[in-house]
T-cell receptor, first 113, second 117 residues
C-alpha cells in the first residue's frame, strides 16, 4: 500500500519569507500523481498544486512551486513571499488511476507578521 | 467555492443512530469520492462512485454505505453510529477520464461535521 509521510507537524515562517514543506511517499508504481492541498481554518480543502510523475518539469502555480525528486520519492512544496492568508494545514497526497487520494498527516503552517 | 455542495453542514446525533450525508458534484463531473477526516485517523479515502457505479473502495466500514443516483448526486449512509465516527466527512468530485492510468484532480466540498454523542 502507498504511504505518504510529512515529517514536519508544524512550521513557522515570517511574512514575505520563503518556506519549504517536506513530503515523502512510498510506491512501487511508475505512473502516479502527487498533490498539495491546503486546509485553512474554514476546513475547506483547496488544491494548491498538482504534479504528474511522468513529467520531469516541476509544477509551479504563482508563489507555489514543488521540488519533485522521483528517484528519492520526495515531493516538497515551496511557498515564496509568504502571506498571512497562507496560514493553514497543508496536506501532501498521492493518487494513481481511479483510486482515492492517500494523504499525509499534514503540516501546520504558521505565518508570523 | 469548488462547486461541490454538501448537506447538512453539521449533524449531531446519538450512538446507535443512522444518518445520511448528501453530496452534489460539480457540473459535468461524473466521479464522486467520500473521505473521512478525524483526529485519530487523519484524512482517509472511503469510497468512489463513477457514473452511478462503485469504482474503488478504501477504508470504509461495513456499517457505512454509499450510492450515486442517476442525477449524479451521492449519499453516504452511516448506521449503528459510534462515538468514534465523529468526524468531518468530505465529498470530492472529478471529471474522470476513461483512462484508468490517468488521475483527474479532485475538488472538495465544504464537508459535513458529524458529532455522535
Amino acid at each position: 500500500a502507498q504511504t505518504v509521510t510529512q515529517s514536519q507537524p508544524e512550521m513557522s515562517v515570517q511574512e514575505a519569507e520563503t518556506v519549504t514543506l517536506s513530503c515523502t511517499y512510498d510506491t512501487s508504481e511508475s505512473d502516479y500523481y502527487l498533490f498539495w492541498y491546503k486546509q485553512p481554518p474554514s476546513r475547506q480543502m483547496i488544491l494548491v498544486i498538482r504534479q504528474e510523475a511522468y513529467k520531469q518539469q516541476n509544477a509551479t502555480e504563482n508563489r507555489f512551486s514543488v521540488n519533485f525528486q522521483k528517484a528519492a520519492k520526495s515531493f516538497s512544496l515551496k511557498i515564496s513571499d509568504s502571506q498571512l492568508g497562507d496560514a493553514a494545514m497543508y496536506f501532501c497526497a498521492y493518487a494513481r488511476g481511479a483510486d482515492g487520494l492517500t494523504f499525509g498527516k499534514g503540516t501546520h503552517l504558521i505565518i508570523q507578521p | 467555492d469548488s462547486g461541490v455542495t454538501q448537506t447538512p453542514k453539521h449533524l449531531i446525533t446519538a450512538t446507535g443512530q443512522r444518518v445520511t450525508l448528501r453530496c452534489s458534484p460539480r457540473s459535468g463531473d461524473l466521479s464522486v469520492y467520500w473521505y473521512q477526516q478525524s483526529l485519530d485517523q487523519g484524512l482517509q479515502f472511503l469510497i468512489q462512485y463513477y457514473n452511478g457505479e462503485e469504482r474503488a473502495k478504501g477504508n470504509i466500514l461495513e456499517r457505512f454505505s454509499a450510492q450515486q443516483f442517476p442525477d449524479l448526486h451521492s449519499e453516504l449512509n452511516l448506521s449503528s453510529l459510534e462515538l468514534g465516527d465523529s468526524a468531518l466527512y468530505f465529498c470530492a468530485s472529478s471529471v474522470d477520464t476513461r483512462d484508468a492510468a490517468s488521475t483527474d484532480t479532485q475538488y472538495f466540498g465544504p464537508g459535513t461535521r458529524l458529532t455522535v454523542l
